[in-house]
Antibody, heavy 119, light 112 residues
Framework: QLQLQESGPGLVRPSQTLSLTCTVSGGSISSGGYYWSWVRQFPGEGLEWIGYIYYSGSTLYNPSLRSLVVISVDTSKNQFSLELRSVTAADTAVYYC???????????WGQGLLVTVSS | DIVMTQTPLSSPVTLGQPASISCKSSQSLVHRDGNTYLSWLQQRPGQPPRLLIYKISYRVSGVPDRFSGSGAGTDFTLKISRVEAEDVGVYYCMQATQFPLTFGGGTKVEIK
């Protein structure tokens, strides 16, 4: 059974960089056919797709965040990561990693990690 | 971006009664490959979202058949034929026809 698990700090200072990692178990990121994504959920429950990465390293980002986001992959560790720079309080959210097959539906999700941006 | 609008915001339902959620997109979700990438997600309290239905009406393995999806173009519906206690939560539609992927605002299903 595929599992995804987010990890990283739960508190980030304003203007700093938010860095999270998603560890995939029960399957290989390198198997192909899947796009490894980050999605966040704001306190009011709205969901926002941040971007995805393919195992080859190709990425696609939400244009609303493109200049602030970097998603990377480490196939040797079966992990992919998110960096969101210059954060503000508006970036406070639960951050999820999720798998997006070519069929274009999120079929597996991590449990989510609450990240609070505050001084 | 494609805007996804869900109604109602909240749906109080009596156990055993049906529930229906509407999702409308600001433009057609028919992809040039002929598929319509509209999916439905369920989020129970304290849990991550869970995929229920994809490509309008394909139910994920293990999802009870009381859940069904329908629609075409810009208008879509999720129906629960007989609501059970475990169905309480927030339901989201999501489009993946055009990037960026976008979600509806959510509909809370609760028991009266």
């Amino acid at each position: 059974q595929l599992q995804l698990q987010e990890s990283g700090p739960g508190l980030v200072r304003p203007s700093q960089t938010l860095s999270l990692t998603c560890t995939v178990s029960g399957g290989s990121i390198s198997s192909g056919g899947y796009y490894w994504s980050w999605v966040r959920q704001f306190p009011g429950e709205g969901l926002e797709w941040i971007g995805y990465i393919y195992y080859s390293g190709s990425t696609l980002y939400n244009p609303s965040l493109r200049s602030l986001v970097v998603i990377s992959v480490d196939t040797s560790k079966n992990q992919f990561s998110l960096e969101l720079r210059s954060v503000t309080a508006a970036d406070t959210a639960v951050y999820y990693c999720a798998r997006l097959p070519a069929g274009r539906e999120f079929d597996y999700w991590g449990q989510g990690l609450l990240v609070t941006v505050s001084s | 971006d494609i805007v996804m609008t869900q109604t109602p915001l909240s749906s109080p339902v009596t156990l055993g009664q049906p529930a229906s959620i509407s999702c409308k997109s600001s433009q057609s979700l028919v992809h040039r490959d002929g598929n319509t990438y509209l999916s439905w997600l369920q989020q129970r309290p304290g849990q991550p979202p869970r995929l229920l239905i994809y490509k309008i009406s394909y139910r994920v393995s293990g999802v009870p058949d009381r859940f069904s999806g329908s629609g075409a173009g810009t208008d879509f519906t999720l129906k629960i034929s007989r609501v059970e206690a475990e169905d309480v939560g927030v339901y989201y539609c999501m489009q993946a026809t055009q990037f960026p992927l976008t979600f509806g605002g959510g509909t809370k299903v609760e028991i009266k």
